[in-house]
């Protein structure tokens, strides 16, 4: 089975604070996301990343920033973090091939989440 | 641009009632539609994923099936179980977004009552 593992299940922070979450995978996918999720809003994209040391900007990458230096490691960085980055953050990952191969490519599995409070 | 509908947003059924939920999406041209189920608190589970060639799949108890034409999926949940109870999702691989971007809808909260 595919597991996604995200570090901190809950964290609490102050404003101002540096934050670092961490996300491993171990399947070996090229792609990995971070999610925000918050109430009325859904999921939204923050970054993702389709091989080491590459990455892009989704929806509401303003206030974060991402590391990728290992293929199974994803790290989603809040250099100062605001009350307005409370939320449940969300890592995922998935394969890169595309959907020409005829098998279940392109599922995308999540971790558990990370709780992050910003008081 | 692509959007992604889910109706109900929230449903209750007493126990061993089969059940239909709903996700519609305004652009047909998609690589691939996946259903997830999320528990209060946690991650989103995957529970099937549908390939744009495809018209269903299943897993045990569940069917989703995929209608591009119409931009609509529905997810079949067969004799409903108060483990069952959850926040069913969809999400959407589309063209016009990219492939490596999913458009989610916002859910349907299930309850499944003894």
């Known amino acids: 089975d595919v597991k996604v593992t995200q570090s901190s299940r809950y964290l609490v922070k102050r404003t101002g604070e540096k934050v670092f979450l961490e996300c491993v995978q171990d399947m070996d996918h090229e792609n990995m996301f971070w999610y925000r999720q918050d109430p009325g809003l859904g999921l939204r994209l923050i970054y993702f990343s389709y091989d080491v040391k590459m990455k892009e900007k989704g929806d509401i990458p303003e206030g974060y920033s991402v590391s990728r230096e290992k293929k199974e490691r994803f790290s989603l960085i809040l250099e100062s973090a605001s009350t307005n980055q409370t939320s449940m953050y969300l890592c995922a990952s998935s394969t890169r091939q595309g959907p020409t191969s005829g098998s279940t490519v392109g599922e995308l599995f999540f971790g558990e989440g990370s709780r992050l409070t910003v008081l | 641009k692509q959007e992604v509908t889910q109706i109900p947003a929230a449903l209750s059924v007493p126990e061993g009632e089969n059940l239909v939920l709903n996700c519609s999406f305004t652009d047909s041209a998609i690589y691939n539609l996946q259903w997830f189920r999320q528990d209060p608190g946690k991650g989103l589970t995957s529970l099937l994923l549908?390939?744009?060639?495809?018209r269903e799949q299943t897993s045990g108890r569940l069917n989703a099936s995929l209608d591009k034409s119409s931009g609509r999926s529905t997810l079949y949940i067969a004799a409903s179980q108060p483990g069952d109870s959850a926040t069913y999702l969809c999400?959407?691989?589309?063209?016009?977004?990219?492939?490596?971007?999913?458009?989610f809808g916002a859910g349907t909260r299930l309850a499944v009552h003894p």
């Open positions: 999400a959407v691989r589309s063209f016009s977004g990219g492939y490596n971007k999913l458009i």
């Open positions: 549908i390939q744009s060639s495809q």
